[in-house]
């Protein structure tokens, strides 16, 4: 009789402890009433008029929305949840209060603040009290490039050495499935644990979670099975895109007044600097920046230090708070570029680089953007040693384009433009 193993976190306490089922059958209920009980008393529900209806369905909606995002960003690397429960929480909650305002539909701004307050305090508890469950523990089989794996705070690995698990309860086995010296008995061991609901999997899925790297020795297709990004997605980020470049252009047309005088009056020539860039479905474009080095100045096409002579005094400090991208919000609104997406590389490199890498022009499969997953990982990449490890960055994010890593992405930069994480 073969030994039945159990995966952790299974059991139906836990499951629904862990789940999403718990923030909806206990932390729904509590961030609507606690505040609603508050403010309109207990026999609230007797007399439920437009005002008190429209308050209680805008914090479950921007509650529920903010337990989606969180758990969502927490499957990809570096997603620090702990950092980013405050901006998630508060923007949900700033976009429930923009939908009631523009449908000039009423609501009691102290109920929704209590809600506001309550879903803090639920998501921060959560976080602190769960930490040590969420951590992975995952097991892994001793053949073929296991042994390179190294863990982290958020994943436990554990090699075994016979084909058991002890009675310990693992969330997971990894293994080299094309390992070539992977023993007959261990194969078998495989299938033993996915039988019992124990997922198997491949060595490349785990190391990519734990870098945010896609190895780019060959494409890797998304989670759906394909090359192609989501199609609809596309479409959708496009109309956001296009959206909130025109509501940021009048708040940021004084902004870029300011820093084009400002680079006028440090150095002579012009405020802006275009260079062709390769942009969307491989087309090239004119891209738009604040000229932050002398005009007179020749050299490479990519900056070779922080201290590179070239560099501007404005210069340097509109590089370091990303403030010369600025003026690429026209380049989103005439749709070559998007908020969020890989760096367009310049045209020349872009042919230089496809010599070596012969997929390189995939990387153009989705829109180039100001900010994306290798500026917020990797900070920035000497255009000549850092490629390679841009490329993986860049090849993860189109292999997990979605909303949730725009979000997770977006939090990551607005932390760079406090830090000046990267620049040069």
Sequence with gaps: MKREYERRHSRWYEVLLLGLGFHLLVGLPLVILLPSLERWGWEFWYYLPDVRTNTMIAIGLAFVASALTLRRMARFPGAQLAAYIMPTVSIAFLIAVALLFFTREGYTRQVMLGGYLVSLAWFFLGYFTGRRFRTLKLAMVPFGDTK?????????????????????????????????????????????????????YHIRQISESLSGRVQIDHLSENEFGSLLPSLLYVG?????????????????????????????????????????????????????????????????????????????????????????????????????????????????????????????????????????????????????????????????????????????????????????????
């Design 236 to 424: 959708f980020k496009r109309v956001v895109d296009f959206c909130g470049a025109l509501l940021l252009l009048p708040v940021l047309a004084p902004v870029m007044m300011v820093v084009a005088i400002l680079i006028k009056r440090d150095s002579p020539g012009p405020a802006f600097f275009l260079q062709p860039r390769m942009g969307y479905r491989q087309r090239p474009f004119l891209m738009y920046k604040f000229r932050s080095m002398h005009n007179d100045m020749s050299g490479e096409d990519f900056t070779i230090s922080e201290d590179d002579p070239r560099i501007t005094p404005v210069g340097k400090w509109i590089r370091k708070y990303r403030i010369d991208e600025l003026p690429q919000i026209f380049n989103i609104l005439k749709g070559e570029m998007s908020f969020i997406g890989p760096r367009p590389e310049s045209a020349s490199l872009s042919e230089w680089y496809e010599q070596d890498v012969p997929f390189f022009s995939y990387r153009h499969v989705v829109r180039p953007g100001i900010t994306g997953w290798a500026q917020v990982e990797q900070g920035y990449a000497a255009e000549i040693d850092g490629m390679a490890k841009k490329l993986q960055y860049d090849f993860y994010y189109i292999k997990h384009f979605s909303l949730w890593l725009d979000v997770l992405i977006s939090l990551k930069t607005v932390r760079i433009l406090f830090t000046g994480f990267g620049a040069r």
């Design 148 to 200: 390179r794996l190294r863990g982290s705070r958020q994943v436990d690995l554990r090699m075994l050495e016979t084909t058991d698990l002890g009675g310990v309860r693992y969330d997971g086995v990894v293994a080299d499935l094309r390992a070539m010296d992977l023993p007959p008995e261990w194969e078998r061991f495989l299938a033993r644990c996915t039988l019992c609901h124990i997922p198997v």
